[in-house]
């Protein structure tokens, strides 16, 4: 069974930054496409950015120039480093894989920021 294990969310004040991390079991973790979601109170969960088996990423609008999305495949891990972070960004932060039919997420990681 593939597990998603994502770290590295807590409490940071605005203009701060924080780094995510997902760690993947199994052995394929190469051909995923690997994307961080978010999900606010109240608010439906939404693409925060993804990166694709080339390595091609795409962000949203809200984030870009902020956040940056990668991948070690030799580590099974992606990561997400946010900088010049906003209340609004306040959220828990989902990793999610997919390939082919495979749709599997991480249990999340709470982001807030606060002064």
């Known amino acids: 069974q593939v597990q998603l294990v994502e770290s590295g969310g807590g409490l940071v004040q605005p203009g701060g930054s924080l780094r995510l991390s997902c760690v993947v079991s199994?052995?394929?973790?190469?051909?995923?496409?690997m994307g961080w979601y978010r999900q606010a109170p109240g608010k439906r969960r939404e693409l925060v950015a993804s990166?694709?088996?080339?390595?091609?990423?795409i962000s949203a609008d809200s984030v870009k120039g902020r956040f940056t999305i990668s991948r070690d495949n030799a580590k099974n891990t992606v990561s997400l480093q946010m900088n010049s972070l906003k209340p609004e960004d306040t959220a828990v932060y989902y990793c999610?894989?997919?390939?082919?039919?495979?749709?599997?997420w991480g249990q999340g990681t709470q982001v807030t920021v606060s002064s």
């Open positions: 199994g052995s394929i973790f190469s051909m995923y496409t």
């Open positions: 990166i694709s088996s080339l390595g091609d990423t």
């Open positions: 999610n894989a997919k390939y082919l039919s495979f749709d599997n």
